[in-house]
């Protein structure tokens, strides 16, 4: 079956640096994306892997071990607007079919 | 905003009634997926289409749900007779060939 876990809920502080850990079992990988969701509104995009390594985009950045199934997704310099939930989600197939498997999301909370 | 459009943004029907919700890819995007969010998940696939071709629908899209893409560009997604485990919110994505999906603000479906 597919699964991705991640977990619930984390706190951290403002200024601080905090990693959300994700990791999957799918029938297949063809990437693996984070996703930003405030309450109330819909997803957008932060970062994709497929290849392993660290993808670094300013305050985010994004790890990939395909081996290990395993992703996690760092946020650097914690602001009060990162309070939201973190989607990680699988793409299992490649060429036509592109549908994503999403987890359940980690609500971050961020404190001053 | 990420250029994907949905109309409406809420929905209240009673049970038994039919719903029609439209979304607005970006222009120029040729993949276009539909999702359903409930509280505390994530978003989960419903159904995916290419240009105007159907390619995919997940097993939770029962016979009271149908989907089309007429000209390849907007999309609708009809819920017949509806009941009380519709209500979500419904979010529409739109993507070039494989690439990110981009999130439209979504239809929250309340069904009383």
């Known amino acids: 079956g597919q699964n991705i876990d991640q977990p619930t809920e984390m706190t951290a502080t403002e200024g601080a640096i905090v990693q959300i850990n994700c990791t999957y079992q799918?029938?297949?990988?063809?990437?693996l994306f984070w996703y930003q969701q405030h309450a109330g509104e819909a997803p957008t995009f932060l970062s994709y892997?497929?290849?392993?390594g660290l993808e670094e985009k300013g305050r985010f950045s994004s790890f990939l071990s395909r081996s290990k199934g395993y992703s996690y997704l760092l946020l650097k310099e914690l602001q009060m607007k990162d309070s939201a939930s973190y989607l990680c989600?699988?793409?299992?197939?490649?060429?036509?079919?592109?549908?994503?498997?999403f987890g359940k999301g980690t609500k971050l909370s961020v404190k001053p | 905003d990420t250029g994907v459009s949905q109309d409406p943004r809420h929905k209240i029907t009673k049970r038994g009634q039919n719903v029609t919700f439209r979304c607005d890819p970006i222009?120029?995007?040729?993949?276009l997926y539909w999702y359903r969010q409930t509280l505390g998940q994530g978003p989960e696939f419903l159904t995916y289409f290419q240009n105007e071709a159907q390619l995919e629908k997940s097993r939770l899209l029962s016979d009271r749900f149908s989907a089309e893409r007429p000209k390849g560009s907007f999309s609708t997604l009809e819920i017949q007779r509806t009941e009380q485990g519709d209500s979500a919110m419904y979010l529409c994505a739109s993507s070039l060939s494989s690439l990110e999906q981009y999130f439209g603000p979504g239809t929250r479906l309340t069904v009383t």
């Open positions: 222009s120029e995007h040729n993949r």
């Open positions: 892997n497929v290849l392993d």
């Open positions: 799918t029938s297949g990988f063809n990437g």
């Open positions: 989600a699988v793409r299992d197939r490649g060429g036509s079919q592109g549908n994503l498997i």
